[in-house]
């Protein structure tokens, strides 16, 4: 296996990745049917359906306040479910596995605010950035939503800063 290309360049291979979105058509929304915490936990919440498909549920903390919420599976809707706590529009929270406890990791900053986070959850029970979807941890945030990791990783590589 080369190590370099002609020019020099060091040669990384890539992972093969699945598509999240293999039969999508222009107008079809992608629902995340598996999703993992970094330990390999599903967070995939049957009890709080959202639009008739199960939510992803998280565990949130900042200064003096903790609890649980629910998001959409499905791409692009915002809509949440807080079990416990109180969310803030406008305000970051650690998220972190509500099984296990485990936090969530950061994929990079996110645009919004200069400590907001995009942070990342595998498709696969073993984390694969190729394979796995990241959202905003501040509420109301645009990117508070789940989008491919890859999009994400395209779309802000030239404007943030990459962990």
Known sequence: MKLFNK???LLIPETPKQSPRPDKKKNEKFIVREAFCPNGCSIIDN???IKNNPGLRFRFRRKNVEGEFV???IEGDFEKIVLSGTLENGVKDE???PHCN????KLMKCECKADADLVVFGLTPKLDFNNAIAFCNV????NGTTIDSGTVIRRFSLETDLY
């Open 71 to 73: 998001i959409s599976a």
């Open 47 to 49: 009890e709080h359906p």
């Open 95 to 97: 998220l972190f596995c």
């Open 102 to 105: 485990t936090p969530f990791q």
């Open 7 to 9: 020019d020099g360049r």
């Open 139 to 142: 509420t109301g945030c645009q």
